[in-house]
C-alpha cells in the first residue's frame, strides 16, 4: 500500500544530485510574503482544519521544522513543507524557518510529489498524476520510480493505470464516491463508454468490489446485465425508486458515497467519507447549506 512510509523520500534524490543535508547547514527566517508555493503540488485541497490545528500547534510551539526552499528571482519557491507555510501565515507568524538550497526544476518538482506521497490523505487519482508527474520528470520506468520511493513496482502501476479511466470515472475516485478497488475492477473493461456505465452502475446499487468483478465478467462473456435493474449477487431488497433518486441527488451533491435506509418507523442516511479531509470537506458543505 502506498500509506506506508516512503523508504527514501527527499534524502534519496538530494543524494543522488550531491546536495545532501550537511550537519553545519543553517536555517534562515524567510519572510512569508516572500515565499511561493510549488507548482508541482500534487495536492489539490488543502483541509481547513488541518490547516487550523497546525496552526493551532504552531502558536503554542512554534514552527520545529524548517522548511525546504529554493531561491527564484527575489522570491523562494517551497520546495517541501507547503502545510507549515499556510499554517504559519494562519497562525500569524512574519517569518518561518527555511533551508535555502540552489536545486534545479526537476529536483524541486520531485521533491515536492515524494514529500506528498508521504502523507495519507491524497487521494488515489492525486497519487496516481504524482507518481505519473515523477516518471515524466526523471525520464524513468515504472520500476525505476518504484525503487525511488520505496515501493513495490505493482503498487506504482496499480495506481497509474488509475488515468486509464474516464475523466468523470476518475472524479468519482477522487471524491471517494468509487473505491480504488471498484476502479481496478472496471478498468478490465476496455471501452470508456462501458466503464462509464459500470461506474453508474456500481454507485446507484451500491456493488461490492467483487460484485463489479461479477458484473464485468458478464459483460465480457456477452450477458446484458448493465441496462437492467438486478445486480450479481445479493444487495438487498428491492426499494422505491424515488429514495434511490435521493440517495444519488445526495452522492452528486456531497461528492461522496450516500446510503439512504427508509422505512416507515425508522429511516436513516449515511454518509460514508474517505480519511479526514473529505469529511472536513462535507461537513462544511452542510453546515454551508444550513446557514
Known amino acids: 500500500m502506498v500509506e506506508r512510509k516512503l523508504g527514501r523520500g527527499?534524502?534519496?534524490?538530494?543524494?543522488g544530485s550531491g546536495e545532501a543535508p550537511s550537519g553545519g547547514e543553517s536555517v534562515s527566517q524567510i519572510d512569508l510574503t516572500r515565499l511561493i508555493a510549488n507548482p508541482f503540488q500534487p495536492r489539490r485541497e488543502f483541509a481547513?482544519?488541518?490547516i487550523e490545528e497546525l496552526a493551532a500547534s504552531i502558536r503554542t510551539a512554534g514552527v520545529l521544522q524548517p522548511i525546504l526552499v529554493r531561491p527564484v528571482g527575489d522570491r523562494y519557491q517551497i520546495v517541501a513543507g507547503e502545510?507549515?507555510?499556510?499554517?504559519?501565515?494562519?497562525?500569524?507568524?512574519?517569518?518561518?524557518?527555511?533551508l535555502i538550497r540552489t536545486i534545479s526544476d526537476q529536483q524541486s518538482a520531485v521533491f515536492g510529489l515524494v514529500e506528498n506521497l508521504h502523507r495519507e490523505d491524497l487521494n488515489p487519482i492525486e497519487k496516481a498524476r504524482a507518481f505519473?508527474?515523477?516518471?515524466?520528470?526523471?525520464?524513468?520506468?515504472?520500476?525505476?520510480?518504484?525503487?525511488?520511493?520505496?515501493?513495490?513496482?505493482s503498487t506504482v502501476a496499480n495506481f497509474v493505470r488509475l488515468l486509464d479511466l474516464p475523466e468523470d470515472v476518475q472524479a468519482h475516485v477522487s471524491?471517494?464516491?468509487?473505491?480504488?478497488?471498484q476502479a481496478r475492477a472496471i478498468l478490465a473493461v476496455t471501452d470508456a463508454q462501458a466503464q462509464q456505465l459500470v461506474a453508474e452502475k456500481t454507485i446507484r446499487d451500491r456493488l461490492s468490489v467483487r460484485q463489479v468483478e461479477a458484473l464485468v465478467q458478464e459483460m465480457k462473456a456477452g450477458v446484458p446485465r448493465i441496462s437492467g435493474t438486478a445486480s450479481p449477487g445479493p444487495v438487498g431488497k428491492s426499494r422505491p425508486?424515488?429514495?434511490k433518486e435521493i440517495e444519488e441527488t445526495l452522492a452528486a451533491v456531497l461528492g461522496t458515497d450516500v446510503s439512504v435506509r427508509y422505512s416507515r418507523k425508522r429511516s436513516r442516511i449515511q454518509i460514508n467519507c474517505q480519511?479526514?479531509?473529505?469529511?472536513?470537506?462535507?461537513y462544511a458543505q452542510i453546515k454551508k447549506s444550513g446557514d
Open 10 to 15: 527527499l534524502d534519496y534524490f538530494l543524494a
Open 48 to 50: 481547513p482544519g488541518e
Open 83 to 98: 502545510r507549515r507555510w499556510r499554517a504559519a501565515k494562519l497562525a500569524g507568524l512574519e517569518r518561518i524557518p527555511a
Open 132 to 153: 505519473r508527474s515523477i516518471q515524466g520528470l526523471t525520464k524513468s520506468t515504472q520500476d525505476e520510480v518504484a525503487r525511488q520511493v520505496g515501493l513495490d513496482r
Open 175 to 181: 471524491r471517494g464516491t468509487l473505491s480504488m478497488g
Open 241 to 243: 425508486l424515488w429514495v
Open 275 to 282: 480519511g479526514r479531509e473529505q469529511f472536513e470537506r462535507v
